[in-house]
């Protein structure tokens, strides 16, 4: 029974957690991931077009729940997902009509690239707060059914004296997320424009001589990752809450997900979301009620046995990037070297 | 011609001088920033109470002006040199504010001090403020957190908690409070499990929660703010069952809080500067009056912080800060003749007669110690979703 109430402690504070900003951080080291192998430079703007494309998400949002539209007990954004995705993909494709598409036509340096995404990046916020409504608020914008499973009905259900929790944001979260990784991998492996794309990543010059249009190319890479970008950023503001400012500071996770993964391998992307989100739960996690229920009672301990404290979640990331970099900078799944 | 000439240009420049001898008091509040939604009733406070004196025509050392100037509530330098501009451009002779207790602290250092002016904030509530050098010029409406930290231990250990869990907001207001509490809970003989900071702006609270959750104890005390971190730790706390009831500090208090969480806080409690007295009532009607919230936070505060600066001031009868700051404590304190909002005029009146008053104003001013409120606070439980009053301490 100690052994049950420790697990499931476990699993309400560390594991659900965990594994729902996993997926988040997952989904938005793809978008990173995908400009990185096909554009071939690290997009500092991605935190914020995260932020654009829910706040655009939240705008369709309101206006379907002003027109009584609802989607039972699932989030109402869910169906205005698609019209959001639309909008970013829109203003993603015109960045790059009037931004990038310069620097690649002079043939500039990754670096001057990542500086010029940098300017996007500013951009891109101060359009976000533009948006009627968002500015600097906490918006808070999931309806429908809180919880597939609260704490209370979970300790009447099991007779255990910890509860479980299990929001439908964090379930949503995952379901959503798998699909879109199933439906990448199928694009990207299965379709003709997906091949495509891969040989541009693979060898460009290869890939223009076999009569590959790098034009289409590119728009095809920024619409997935708009829709990369707005479905992390929406799942991400549905389990927590939107806040224009708060995506820039997922931009550190999620490049660190995708560099500790490989950059430019979407496997990697997803698997180095997981360790990511995880590593920054467990380490900041104060471990005494798990372990209090999980050793004998002499055992038991005095302190929070807590690694780090919160404040240092950030910091997680950052020495995982530095760890990985010093000693394998391809990352797990070898992807290209930075 | 020339004698008429030269004496109608001497005329204009004595009545240019008695012109510069007006009266003019900077406004200082966080106009912009994390305090946005009530400083707007603050700083209409405050020049209520400049209208009313304007208003009487007692007050003997000329008109009354009001400038304001923006605190941000959290950048220092930003406030400093908003405070540096009213004092050397506009020539301000006292200062109302600031808001937040950090700008507060760096406007009494860098420049009320250097240049010898007065500042009376509405609410600054950092502990810190009650021992920081001061040569005498800087005095609050407003209670220290100190006294709040008693209060909060007095409420807790009459509803027999023995042991709770803190979280605070990360700056000077957050770690000042959570710390008296601390030690004021620790002499009832009650146990703090863990004092963790939390960070405002975040998305994300469930890390900060699972050590509190880890830590245990019967309620978590929850001292941020309303719109911030604060809530999102409550949030946090009712969705993974780690908490159920909560202690709510002044910044906790607002409607969005019951709004945005909604029925799983009844039960929960707090206490926020208030008093029953005739002056909150009549500084509500007078403020409804003058199209503005009476009710709002630290309103009050701000009305009679500006009407101490105006009353010490005439008590004294000059506007030279050195002269008149040592006369804000008798006008604010017994003996004397008590004086309610709507009365300043009557109070100049007084003054004038050599009679000595006891400002009681909107919040019931006592002013102890260093210079500041002794602070009276309303506690209020959380019943069906409404704040009901349960007393006052």
């Not at chain 1, 970013?88 to 995404?117: C, E, I, Q």
Request: overall charge negative; hydrophobic content about 50%.
């Amino acid at each position: 029974m100690d052994f049950l109430n420790g697990l499931v402690t476990f699993l309400n504070f560390v594991f659900i957690p965990g594994a729902a900003y996993g997926a988040q951080l997952a989904l938005g080291a793809l978008g990173v991931t995908l400009v990185y192998g096909i554009l071939r430079f690290s997009n500092f703007a991605h935190g914020d077009t995260m932020a654009f494309g829910t706040a655009a998400t939240i705008l369709v949002t309101w206006g379907l729940t002003g027109l009584g539209v609802s989607f039972g007990s699932l989030p109402t954004a869910l169906l205005a997902l698609p019209a959001g995705i639309a909008i970013t993909a829109a203003l993603v494709l015109a960045t790059d009509r009037m931004v990038y598409r310069f620097y690649r036509r002079v043939k500039a340096a990754p670096v001057v690239l990542v500086m010029v995404s940098m300017g996007v990046m500013f951009v891109m916020n101060a359009l976000t707060r533009f948006f009627p409504g968002i500015g600097v608020n906490d918006i808070n914008f999931a309806d429908g059914g809180r919880f597939i499973i609260g704490v209370r009905e979970f300790r009447e259900m099991t007779g255990l004296q910890e509860g479980l929790a299990i929001r439908t944001t964090q379930a949503i979260t995952l379901v959503v997320a798998a699909v879109a990784v199933a439906l990448l991998f199928w694009f990207l492996n299965r379709t003709r424009t997906g091949k495509s794309m891969r040989a541009f990543s693979d060898n460009e010059d290869l890939a223009l001589l076999s009569g590959i249009n790098p034009e289409r190319v590119v728009a095809v890479t920024w619409i997935l990752v708009a829709a990369l970008a707005t479905t992390a950023g929406v799942l991400y503001g549905l389990d927590k809450s939107f806040k224009a400012f708060t995506y820039f500071q997922l931009l550190l996770p999620i490049f660190a997900s995708a560099v500790v993964g490989g950059l430019g391998n979407p496997l990697g992307a997803i698997a180095g979301g997981f360790v990511i989100a995880f590593s920054e739960v467990t380490v900041t996690y104060a471990w005494k009620r798990v372990l209090t229920w999980w050793l004998p009672e002499r055992w038991a301990p005095d302190s929070l046995v807590q690694l780090l404290g919160t404040d240092y979640k950030f910091a997680v990331s950052f020495a995982i990037l530095v760890i990985v970099l010093l000693f394998r900078p391809t990352g797990i799944f070898r992807g290209k070297s930075l | 011609m020339k004698k008429f000439l030269l004496a109608s240009t001497a005329t204009f420049a004595l009545a240019g001088g008695a012109l510069a001898q007006d009266v003019k008091i900077g406004i200082i509040l966080g106009f912009t920033g994390p305090l946005e939604s009530i400083t707007p009733a603050m700083g209409a406070g405050a020049e209520l109470a400049i209208a009313e004196v304007n208003a009487s025509g007692n007050f003997a050392l000329g008109a009354v002006t009001a400038v304001r100037g923006d605190s941000t509530c959290v950048d220092a330098a930003a406030a400093v040199a908003a405070a540096e501009r009213l004092v050397t451009s506009e020539k301000v002779d006292a200062i109302m504010g600031a808001d937040c207790s950090g700008v507060t602290g760096a406007i009494l250092q860098n420049v009320a001090r250097p240049n010898g002016i007065v500042m009376i904030s509405p609410s600054a509530t950092s502990p810190a403020l009650s021992t920081a050098e001061d040569d005498g010029l800087f005095f609050r409406t407003a209670p220290s957190d100190a006294r709040q930290g008693e209060v909060m231990a007095d409420i807790l250990a009459e509803k027999g908690i023995g042991s709770v869990a803190v979280t605070y907001t990360n700056n000077d207001y957050g770690k000042g409070l959570s710390d008296s509490f601390a030690a004021a809970f620790a002499a009832r003989g009650g146990k703090v499990t863990i004092n963790a900071p939390h960070e405002d702006g975040k998305a994300d609270y469930s890390a900060e929660v699972g050590a509190l959750a880890s830590a245990g104890g019967e309620m978590l005390v929850v001292a941020g703010y309303v719109d911030q971190g604060g809530k999102g730790v409550i949030q946090a706390s009712i969705d993974s069952g780690a908490f159920e009831t909560f202690y709510l500090v002044d910044g906790m208090y607002g409607d969005s809080l019951i709004q945005s969480i909604g029925a799983e806080l009844d039960g929960s409690f707090g206490a926020v500067p208030g008093t029953d007295s005739d002056g909150a009532t009549r500084f509500q009607e007078l403020a409804s009056a003058a199209g503005f919230d009476g009710t709002s936070a630290f309103a009050p505060e701000s009305y009679d912080a500006a009407a101490l600066i105006l009353l010490a001031m005439a008590s004294a009868g000059t506007s030279k800060a050195t002269d008149w700051a040592g006369k804000v404590m008798e006008v604010a304190n017994a003996p004397g003749e008590l004086i309610l909002p709507g009365e300043l005029g009557k109070a100049l009146e007084l003054i004038a007669q050599g009679v000595d008053i006891d400002y009681v104003g909107a919040s019931a001013v006592e002013l102890i110690g260093p210079g500041e409120s002794a602070g009276s606070y309303r506690q209020y439980e959380i019943r069906n979703g409404s704040f009901e009053t349960v007393g006052f301490r």
